[in-house]
């Protein structure tokens, strides 16, 4: 399975100001997703991101708040914009492998003060 | 209704026990169903995949799935205080999105 990894594994940051949080894969994959859980919380998929393209946002979840980058087959970002507390959470990026199965980081997480 | 129904537990067992985790889902499309593993502050770890219907055994770890009955379980065998950590079930129709369960939590006592 794919080995991914995301800087950086956490942070806190103050409210109004953005972090960006990188997500790099040991090979390369057509799929990843950008997920977030909340305190107790299951997951939530933000968007899948897309090589070349512009990602695909899940209901609720806006491109100003939470632009994505994908520029290769192996990176890709996520960025959260002007954050209030309410985004304070576990950010996740994910893989899908050739079967459908999923892979995921380590995590990054965020709390907003 | 939630369209991945997961007991959150918290679930608490002897060491040795098995343990069983149970998913009902509402969405006759999904084909593809996973178990993962997600201790606390980590990332959730893939412990059992299977496609369509039947079952899989990978160790101390069996996955069912009953189509007909929309309804997934994973059983731990001999179960150790290692297995504590918060249980999830997913699963996805073809080229769709991933759907979770919400997860239970399970506590395997010395």
């Known amino acids: 399975s794919a080995v991914i990894s995301q800087k950086p594994s956490r942070d806190i940051c103050q409210r109004g100001t953005s972090l960006t949080i990188q997500c790099q894969v040991d090979s390369q994959v057509t799929m990843m997703f950008w997920y977030r859980q909340q305190p107790g919380q299951s997951l939530t998929l933000i968007a899948t991101?897309?090589?070349?393209?512009?990602?695909?946002?899940e209901s609720g979840f806006v491109i100003d708040k939470f632009p994505i980058s994908r520029p290769n087959l192996t990176f890709s970002t996520l960025t959260v914009s002007n954050m209030s507390p309410e985004d304070s959470s576990i950010y996740l990026c994910?893989?899908?492998?050739?079967?459908?199965?999923?892979?995921f980081g380590p995590g990054t997480r965020l709390t907003v003060t | 209704q939630k369209e991945v129904e997961q007991d959150p537990g918290p679930l608490s067992v002897p060491e040795g026990a098995i343990v069983s985790l149970n998913c009902t889902y509402s969405n006759s499309a999904f084909q593809y169903f996973m178990w993962y593993r997600q201790y606390s502050r980590k990332g959730p770890e893939l412990l059992m995949y299977t496609y369509s219907s039947g079952n899989k055994e990978d160790g101390r770890f069996t996955a069912q799935v009953d189509k007909s009955s929309k309804y997934i379980s994973l059983f731990i065998r001999d179960s150790q205080p290692s297995d504590s950590a918060t249980y999830l079930c997913?699963?996805?129709?073809?080229?769709?999105?991933?759907?979770f369960g919400g997860g239970t939590r399970v506590l395997v006592k010395p």
């Open positions: 997913a699963m996805k129709a073809a080229g769709n999105k991933l759907t």
């Open positions: 991101a897309n090589q070349g393209s512009e990602a695909t946002y």
């Open positions: 994910s893989v899908e492998e050739g079967r459908g199965e999923q892979y």
